[in-house]
């Protein structure tokens, strides 16, 4: 930067001609990233305009920090990273998030938030109340040209859980108690998660006394305190007993 003007802020780009950056957009910027514009620092900027016809090329400091944005959304998709972002907006297909400077969007069918209405079955109602909450997401597609950066809940809390079942499965061991909730009952016993992985409770595992069914005794929903009675890391298996942490 080597001037700066009320209508203008002038930078040596290193060409025979300097560049010129309209105070109008600095409207847009934050105090951090204002107070990096004094006379002597190096920035960078997005040239819009190069003409030799003119007396000076005209650039942006949004731009480039927007342009740098891009490239981040893009090694953020090459890693696989997840990411939290808040949701801003929605419309009918969807919601949309801020990410950093730019604007990203998570289909509908991408909403694990929306997971319980089925194919198609949810209400506009539903989408707005997502406005203002933090999602994990992972990006799923960046293209620069046509502005669009396409996000997915339900990936990330694929991934989100395939991490924590890993985590968990080395953790657990036999004769541990372990909180954990009612996740589903099938008629030979009770599933219940313990934060990513889903164990097994046996019915004969349920109860001290004589059931024909979990639902006697558990609900979907309930939170329940469980003894871990087997771990089988490669199968993914874990037995567990209900009736073990209560009275005999």
């Known amino acids: 930067i080597v001037q700066i003007r009320p209508d203008m802020i002038v930078v040596d780009i290193g060409s025979k001609l300097d560049a010129i950056i309209p105070t109008r957009e600095l409207e847009r910027l934050s105090q951090d ?3 990096e514009l004094y006379v002597g620092n190096t920035i960078q900027v997005f040239v819009v305009r190069s003409d030799d016809r003119e007396e000076y090329v005209l650039a942006s400091v949004r731009l480039a920090r927007e342009y740098r944005d891009w490239e981040w959304a893009q090694e953020i998709m090459d890693k696989g990273e997840i990411i939290q972002a808040a949701v801003t907006s ?3 297909g969807g919601v949309v998030c801020e990410v ?9 069918s991408q909403l694990a938030s929306l997971a319980g209405h089925g194919h198609g079955g949810y209400q506009e109602a539903d989408l707005a109340a997502l406005v203002g909450k933090e999602l994990p997401l992972k990006v799923i597609e960046v293209n620069q040209k046509r502005r669009r950066l396409i996000l ?4 990330a809390q694929r991934e989100w859980r395939t991490q924590q079942r890993g985590q968990l499965l080395a953790e657990l061991e036999e004769g541990q108690i372990r909180h954990g909730v009612v996740s589903s009952l099938r008629d030979f016993g009770a599933f219940v998660d313990l934060g990513g992985v889903d164990g097994l409770i046996h019915l004969s595992e349920l109860s001290w006394s004589r059931i024909r069914h979990p639902s006697e005794v558990l609900s979907v929903g309930q939170e329940v305190d469980v003894m871990v009675l087997r771990v089988n890391p490669e199968e993914q298996r874990i037995g ?5 942490v209560q009275p005999d």
């Open 33 to 35: 990233e204002l107070d």
């Open 90 to 92: 929605y419309n009918k």
């Open 100 to 108: 950093r400077r730019l604007q990203g969007f998570v289909p509908a």
């Open 152 to 155: 997915s809940e339900r990936l």
């Open 240 to 244: 567990l007993s209900l009736k073990r």
